[in-house]
Structures are given as C-alpha cells and as structure tokens.
C-alpha cells in the first residue's frame, strides 16, 4: 500500500519548513488570503518555497481569485500546486488546469452526504479534491473536523485527501477509518493561530506515516 501523503499547511518559516522536511512531510502549504493569521505575500510565500528541499512539494493556496490575479500569485511563487480553498467554480478549475502545468485541488467543506455528492462535480476538473469542515470563521484553517464516516463508505472516482481538524492525536484514527491517501493540518500543529509548533509538526508526520 502507497505510504499516506503529509501536508503541513500555513507556514511561515524557514524552521517550520525544515521540520516538515525532516518528519517526512510531502507537501507544505503557503496560504495568501489577508484575512488569515496565516497570510503571506507573494514575495515571501516565493522567498520561502525558494527553500523547500526536495521531494518536499510547495502548495500555494488562494481564496476566490479573479483570472489576473490567480495568474499574478503563481507566477510570482511558482508552486507545484495550487490550492482554491474559496467559491471557485469547477468549470474555473478545470480553465484552470489546462491553462497550467501544475497540480490544481479544490478544497471543499463538506457537513453531509449531499455535499459529498455535491463535491463530486469537481472529478475531473481538479488534479485532487480535499475533503475539508465546512468554512468557519475563515474559509479553511480553522481546526473543525467533518464527519469521517462521510468518507469511510465512500467510492471515490478522484485522487483525493482529508482536511480539517487534523491533529497529531487523531490523525492514525482518521486515516484508519477513512483510508485517506493524503492529510492536511494547520491549526492541529501550531501553539497558537499562525505559530507553528515544530514538536507538534514533528509527532502529526509520525502518527500519520504510522496510520
Ligand atoms: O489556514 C488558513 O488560515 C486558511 C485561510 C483561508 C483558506 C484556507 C486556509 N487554510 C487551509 C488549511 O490550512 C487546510 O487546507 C485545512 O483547512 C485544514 O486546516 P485545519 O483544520 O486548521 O487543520
């Protein structure tokens, strides 16, 4: 079996990105929304993905952007993937994804099984869907689980992943009763909004390689 894929999202250091590296994370995630706790301009989300190591890929999230300014963040950071964690149509995605020759996901807050079907209308426009809670306070980010038994049943027809809520304590149970192939936290590794806490970084990768 494929080893479970490790996002770290929201990061904002050259430290915390060294510490993902080094617990066998697979992706770090830069989120360019000013609302956020998180938030990076684009000339420091380009400055930090510039130390990423390898095989660690960069994910740029971005929150219901309009076409010049969707095309203004990734040129500006180059990541290997593009997050739309907003309203972003699947019809704007899949323009999206063939307009570029990076991965694009959609993040989706699902409450119930009409939003998972709902969500199914993005297979094939997006490159991965990720299951996340529903928006919150901010649209993603906000450490609120969804309802794992969602996805346990589930046939999936996409490459997919689970948000929301993740922490290094319930991670190997969310991976276990929903086969997730890949887990995405932010809120679950930080001391505090937008501090992340490299112990906690550290303790999510090996509960989730454990999983
Ligand atoms: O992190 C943010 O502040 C944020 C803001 C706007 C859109 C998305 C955002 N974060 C997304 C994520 O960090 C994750 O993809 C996901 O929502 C899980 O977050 P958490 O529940 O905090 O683990």
Redesign the pocket.
Known sequence: MQDTLIKI??LSSRESIDAAAAAGATHV?F?H?EP???HLSLADARALSETVPDPLLTVL?L?SMGPDETARAIDAVQPDVV?L?GAETPEWCAALKQALPIEIWK?VGVRDQAGMEHAQRYVGAVDRI?Y??PAGA???????ALDWSLLSGFTHNAPWGL????TPANVADAIRQTKAPLV?????VESAPGIKDIDKIRAFCQAARNG
């Open positions: 999202c929201g995630g989120v929304y956020s706790p998180r999230l929150v997050q964690h993040a990720l996340d809670a901010l649209p993603g980010g906000n450490g609120l948000a929301g809520g993740l995405d936290t932010s809120s679950g």
